[in-house]
Nanobody
Framework: QVQLVESGGGLVQPGGSLTLSCARSGSIFSINAMGWYRQAPGKQRELVGAITSGGNTNYADSVKGRFTISRDNAKNTVWLQMNSLKPEDTAVYYC????????????????WGQGTQVTVSS
């Protein structure tokens, strides 16, 4: 069974920094992309950033230049470095993996962590 566990959330002042980590356990045959989503109360879930198997990255316009996603395939871990945090960054952040679960199926599956709270406030 695939599990994604996020950590690193917490309370930070505006302008501060946090690094989120996501550790995966369990088997995935292949991974197409790993990334982070977030959801604030009353708002839709949105993509924060993602990195493909080829190393290409994609970020939401609202976080470009401030957030950086990275990964270590050997450690089955992906990070989200968040700098210059703003109150509007406050949300639950979810790790996401898109990939193939089985060698015999080319269907792409989504895997989600349980989320970690990030609060940016004075």
């Amino acid at each position: 069974q695939v599990q994604l566990v996020e950590s690193g959330g917490g309370l930070v002042q505006p302008g501060g920094s946090l690094t989120l980590s996501c550790a995966r356990s369990g088997s995935i045959f292949s991974i197409n992309a790993m990334g982070w989503y977030r959801q604030a109360p009353g708002k839709q879930r949105e993509l924060v950033g993602a990195i493909t198997s080829g190393g290409n990255t994609n970020y939401a316009d609202s976080v470009k230049g401030r957030f950086t996603i990275s990964r270590d395939n050997a450690k089955n871990t992906v990070w989200l470095q968040m700098n210059s945090l703003k109150p509007e960054d406050t949300a639950v952040y979810y790790c996401n993996v898109k990939g193939r679960t089985y060698w015999y199926s080319n269907d792409q599956d989504d895997y989600w962590g349980q989320g970690t709270q990030v609060t940016v406030s004075s």
